[in-house]
């Protein structure tokens, strides 16, 4: 069982990791043509609004409810049975979708007000952030159905189609930056409607792979269908628990608003250099162990069940803490190499340093959110990580609040860190309790063991480095050399120190008890 987890880990990650390059060129491509500006702001406001709603009805509430319904139909009846599920509920979904987006475009000045307050003391800011709503929202509709095909394709183990498919989200914005955006009165507008035309070409790139797995259904309303009410009563409470690290970074969004002008840009880009590791290793893991555990769980297997969590959860802190703290040691490097260029000047790399080392102290728990959770979803309960989402919510906004006079906008992004420690004890303390998991043997060692070689990481890595000033007067391929090979020496070093200190790649491999 871990051989084929691993094998779709491994294509996921390929996958994610090809995207996420391509999103930091992207990212590397709209620094260097609109830096740090009112429109970039306006922007990423307007492009955060549908992504929140991607989130949950896409990648996050809709394929934790869908996903285990799927497996435990596909389980009990057989292919038949999955067309019959997919085609009811993929006919109330778009209605559903179609209703959001209509709404969200009438909507979109009172959206604008409430997610980015402080625009309104700023009429430009505003009216080009309410215009640029209503040329991204529909993208929540298609991308939306694509998650569903993807979500069929990823139940019957195909999973590198669904995973390759935010490469073309990237490729249109990076071709809208670069050819759409010079020609228009409006620059910024090429990005908004790259977007658009993202989440078409998104949704089309699957319907081939579903035709050929004979999953290509005609839309029923099925309101009445038996698997669609099941869906219907998950996916409610999974929206929210799904939505908590967006309504979080929503929240951040808000208050940074009302900060200098940068604040929110700053953030962005913080945040988009967590959510590569994230991306790569944390959501590749929770995409493959979620339908392995709906199938357990199904199947009436919980120390299996229990295993893949576990199994899980090593990978995250042989991965995950090192990854961190290489974030954090080379956040200056990192951002200089990436998007010190044009516009994006020496002081915005500066601030935006300060809110990457924030999130990287959260890494851990992020993927550790993603890990556990799915743990509750296979399931089908979704009241627990709800509850425990509000929670953490809670927490976040408080310490919003509390940090961010003293710290600005890297006040922010410490804030959803800790929040996300609370989300993550939380979810691991109450499967510990209720024995859905039960840790195996050598959990002390390995912290002892990934402690040593992290350590041996953090002095290599500041060792080689230097200070800052360096970076900065560097040119663009002295830059690539020298965070290519601070990179490999700290991976060295890492992978050195866990081997000295009695790690073996193979026990990864071991099947579960």
């Known amino acids: 069982m871990k051989t084929g987890l691993i094998r779709s880990g491994i294509t996921v ?33 307007a492009f955060r609004l549908p992504n929140l709603l991607r989130r949950l009805f896409a990648e996050g509430a809709f394929n934790q409810a869908f996903i285990p319904v799927l497996a435990e139909c596909k389980e009990r009846g057989g292919h038949d049975a999955v067309r019959d599920l997919a085609s009811n509920v993929v006919g109330v979904l778009a209605l559903a979708l179609f209703v959001v987006t209509a709404l969200g475009i009438v909507g979109a000045p009172v959206l604008v007000a409430l997610f980015a307050f402080g625009f309104l003391g700023d009429p430009e800011k505003f009216d080009l952030t309410v215009m640029l709503v209503r040329v991204t929202f529909p993208y929540i509709a298609f991308i939306s159905l694509t998650s569903f095909a993807g979500a069929l394709l990823n139940t019957y183990g195909r999973f590198g189609v669904p995973a390759f498919t935010p490469v073309l989200l990237n490729l249109s914005l990076i071709g809208s930056a670069l050819m759409l955006s010079p020609r228009l009165e409006i620059p910024i507008l090429g990005l908004a409607i790259g977007v658009f035309i993202a989440g078409v ?27 669609v009410r099941k869906v219907a009563k998950l996916i409610l409470p999974a929206t929210f ?29 913080s945040d988009r250099l967590v959510e590569f590791p994230l991306g790569v290793f944390g959501i590749a893991l929770a995409t493959v162990i979620l339908p392995r555990l709906s199938v357990e769980h199904a199947g009436g297997d919980p120390r299996a069940f229990s295993a893949t969590l576990d199994w899980a959860l090593r990978l995250n802190v042989l991965i995950g803490v090192p990854a961190a703290a290489g974030l954090a040691m080379l956040a200056v490097p990192v951002l200089t190499t990436l998007f010190n260029y044009g516009v994006f000047e020496h002081a915005d790399v500066l601030r935006t340093a300060e809110s990457l080392r924030a999130y990287s102290i959260g890494l851990v728990a992020f993927i550790g959110i993603k890990i556990l959770a799915p743990g509750f979803y296979a399931r089908q309960d979704m009241r627990t990580p709800v509850t425990i989402g509000v929670v953490a919510m809670l ?25 996300a420690f609370l989300n993550a004890g939380l979810l691991w303390w109450v499967l510990r309790s209720r024995e859905v998991y039960n840790a195996d043997d050598g959990w002390p060692r390995l912290f002892v063991q990934v402690g040593v070689a992290t350590l041996a990481l953090v002095l290599s890595l500041w060792w080689i480095q230097g200070e800052p000033a360096s970076w900065f007067e560097a040119t663009v391929l002295e830059r690539s050399a020298r965070l290519t090979l601070c990179i490999g020496l700290g991976a060295l070093c890492y992978v050195v120190a866990l081997l000295i200190v009695g790690v073996r790649p193979q026990s990864l491999l071991k099947r579960p008890r």
Request: glycine share 8%; aromatic share 8%.
């Open 13 to 45: 990650s390929l996958n994610t990791f090809t995207s996420r390059i391509l999103g930091l060129i992207r990212d590397i491509v709209i620094a260097r043509v609109f830096g740090a500006s009112l429109g970039v702001d306006a922007f990423l406001v």
């Open 395 to 419: 927490s976040n906004i408080v310490l919003n609040l509390a940090l961010v006079v003293p710290l600005a906008h890297a006040g922010l992004a410490l804030a959803t860190s800790l929040s």
């Open 201 to 227: 070409v998104q949704l089309g790139f699957q319907l081939p792979f579903l035709l050929r797995h004979g999953l290509l259904v005609r839309p029923r309303l099925g309101f009445a269908h038996t698997g």
């Open 241 to 269: 628990g799904a939505s908590v690290a967006q309504i979080n970074l929503m929240v951040d969004t808000l208050i940074a608003s009302f900060l200098v002008t940068g604040s929110v840009t700053w953030l962005y880009y």
